[in-house]
């Protein structure tokens, strides 16, 4: 069963025999939403956060890559997809691309534009559909960028990271390009409200490859050492304190 969703979005939504959302997606090129955006929103963008971008370099310029990073506050996920030459496609929530009125079009045209895929990450399916949403786009020779800690950081330190990031590189074979955003959480406190203007880093570091442990994604033990192992590259990147729990389980505390 498909359905678009509406005038918003171009992104088209199919839904299989598992209730997992099968999305196409937009094209890209410089005639795409994306260039659109980049090229109307992003001067913009670069005056309001003055971006020091360093190591782009890094990010192969085709075949599929994983930028796996921090998450500090709601901007990150503005910042990072205008300041990579590539399109960034990456899981939201689906209240991102569903809100009422102007604004919740102007978002939803925005986000979806930018390479958001809208994904209910409620319930026991919603991992999965997140999951299996990465490794289509990374199948597909794209760019998918992941917040491996799963949500963003309660108090600007770096969390235990999910190992989702393993399972995605140890299935489809793409290299990861951990990053690490700087100074976001100092210009959008808590995440929420209007930014203000201010300068932010963003670091990309050397791509890891763990052809290594092929075949082994569902050793728990590889996929645990293969997370670390990014989480430990966020780190020096970004220079923060490290703690070994869940994010998710700091903020219920």
């Not at 410089?30 to 956060?49: Q, Y």
């Not at 205008?82 to 929530?93: N, T």
């Not at 999910?162 to 489809?172: D, Q, W």
């Amino acid at each position: 069963m498909c359905a678009t969703h509406g005038i918003a979005s171009n992104v088209l939504t199919c839904t299989d025999s598992y209730g997992i959302h099968r999305r196409t997606f937009p094209t890209e090129g410089p005639l795409s939403r994306f260039a659109l955006i980049k090229a109307t929103l992003g001067p913009i963008m670069r005056l309001m956060f003055r971006p020091q971008v360093e190591g782009a370099e890094n990010i192969p310029g085709d075949g599929p890559v994983i930028l796996a990073g921090n998450h500090l506050t709601f901007i990150d996920s503005m910042i990072l997809p205008l300041v990579c030459d590539r399109q960034v496609f990456f899981i939201g929530k689906d209240e991102y691309v569903t809100g009422e009125g102007l604004k919740g079009r102007l978002m939803a045209w925005f986000f979806t534009g930018v390479g958001m895929i809208p994904v209910d990450r409620d319930g026991g399916r919603g991992g999965v559909a997140a999951l299996m949403t990465g490794r289509r786009v990374l199948e597909e020779g794209r760019v998918f960028g992941i917040y491996p800690e799963g949500t963003r950081s309660p108090d600007g330190r770096l969390y235990r990271g999910r190992t989702g990031i393993a399972r995605l590189t140890l299935m489809t074979g793409a290299p990861v390009v951990p990053f690490a955003m700087i100074g976001t959480d100092k210009l959008q406190p808590g995440g929420a409200g209007l930014p203000r203007p201010g300068k932010v880093t963003v670091r990309f570091g050397e791509a890891m490859e763990f052809s290594r442990y092929e075949g082994m994604d569902r050793d728990r033990y590889v996929l645990r050492a293969v997370t670390d192992s990014v989480m430990t590259e966020v780190m020096r990147l970004s220079g923060q304190e490290y703690v070994d729990m869940y994010a998710s389980k700091a903020k219920a505390a």
